[in-house]
């Protein structure tokens, strides 16, 4: 095995750069769910981008034609 006591061992350290204008909208659940393996601890800071998409798409539940960008940093232990 390539993980001491398999996958479900790795330590994931998560840091999220968030905008602050969309800090309040981040669903850490969801973003947990992308990894398979492990348990993961997040930390949650200002940083990111904003910039324009040109376009919002209503049915999307865009309410203006921002682009949200977060940056992520991932650290795997075990």
Do not use: H, W
């Amino acid at each position: 095995k390539l993980v001491p006591g398999g996958y479900d061992n790795l330590k994931l350290s998560v840091i999220l750069a968030v905008p602050p204008k969309y800090r309040s909208t981040l669903d850490i659940e969801k973003v947990r769910g992308v990894f398979p393996y492990g348990s993961a601890e997040f930390v949650v800071q200002d940083g990111g981008m904003i910039a324009p998409s040109g376009i919002a798409i209503e049915e999307l539940g865009d309410r203006n034609d921002d682009m949200v960008v977060v940056c992520a940093a991932v650290t795997v232990g075990y």
